[in-house]
């Protein structure tokens, strides 16, 4: 699986962004698929994670309610859209297909990473 996570940039606090997830094999259709983000000196955390056919997603409790993860299947792409931006979500996003069809909260469960795109937000 080769991802590439794209559509990162500079935006302001309250604005919106939509990132995306592109498979360029075409195998992460039945995988669920996890989008992380890493900022300068601290530890990868979970974002949010959607199962294999999009039926089911979960976020962390500090994007709740601003992101939303979804997927086109056809297009074997998985978008992150992210709206009500902070500066504390300034970081570098990264997206990761599941070893399972279920979406996870948990690094252990990914087996292919994207190389990452760079979301900052101003204040």
């Known amino acids: 699986v080769q991802l590439q996570a794209s559509g990162g940039g500079l935006v302001q606090t309250g604005g919106s962004l939509r990132i995306s997830c592109a498979d360029s094999r075409r195998t992460f259709s039945n995988s669920g698929v996890g989008w992380f983000r890493q900022a300068p000196g601290k530890e990868r955390e979970f974002v949010a994670t959607?199962?294999?056919?999009?039926?089911?997603?979960s976020y962390a409790p500090s994007v709740e309610g601003r992101f939303t993860i979804s997927r086109d299947r056809s297009k074997n792409i998985v978008y992150l859209q992210m709206n009500s931006l902070k500066p504390e979500d300034t970081a570098v996003y990264y997206c990761a297909a599941s070893r399972y069809a279920t979406g996870s909260s948990q690094v252990l469960s990914y087996a292919n990473w994207g190389q990452g795109t760079q979301v900052t937000v101003s204040s």
């Open positions: 959607i199962n294999w056919n999009g039926g089911s997603a």
